[in-house]
């Protein structure tokens, strides 16, 4: 084969690559993602087996499309790496014990509920609660809390604490 083949060959598979690189760097804000952190966890106890954990946290959405809210799910890993699900308490219920158990400290921002969007390339301070079948003792000996946000889509996003 020629020197004058190597060289257009050569030139060719640059130019595709250039071309899939662009592509990929032109469409990667279209794809849907959600990053954050936990900022702070407040527990309170219920009873002697019951507690409710409220977390505070930071979302971004640094995609050019909209993230709407489908659910939201939040898990706690107890010392023993055993995960355990918690069951999702209502915006109405938390401003309720907001309201009424000052021990659980201020009210800083808006639950995040169903339907709720996270608009392109923006960040938004949002609380969720949920209420686990364990004493206030084991939840303050956990591991982490892992908060599970999914999208109408089906796109998930995780955050952990």
Avoid: C, Y
């Amino acid at each position: 084969m020629s020197k004058q083949f190597w060289i257009f060959l050569a030139a060719g598979l640059a130019i595709v690559a250039l071309l899939i690189a662009g592509l990929l760097v032109g469409t990667k804000s279209a794809h849907l993602e959600l990053r954050g952190k936990i900022l702070k966890v407040r527990v309170l106890s219920l009873g002697p087996n019951a507690s409710l954990v409220v977390t505070d946290f930071r979302v971004t959405n640094p995609s050019a499309v909209p993230f709407v809210v489908s659910s939201v799910e939040m898990k706690l890993e107890r010392s023993s790496g055993e995960a355990v699900a918690g069951s999702e308490v209502s915006r109405v219920d938390i401003d309720s014990v907001f309201q009424h158990q000052k021990l659980i400290g201020p009210h800083f921002n808006d639950v995040l509920t169903l339907q709720d969007k996270i608009g392109p390339r923006q960040t938004l301070d949002r609380m969720a609660g949920a209420r686990f079948e364990l004493p206030e003792s084991a939840v303050d000996q956990r591991q982490t809390i892992r908060l599970r946000i999914e999208d109408v889509d089906g796109t998930t996003a995780e955050i952990t604490e």
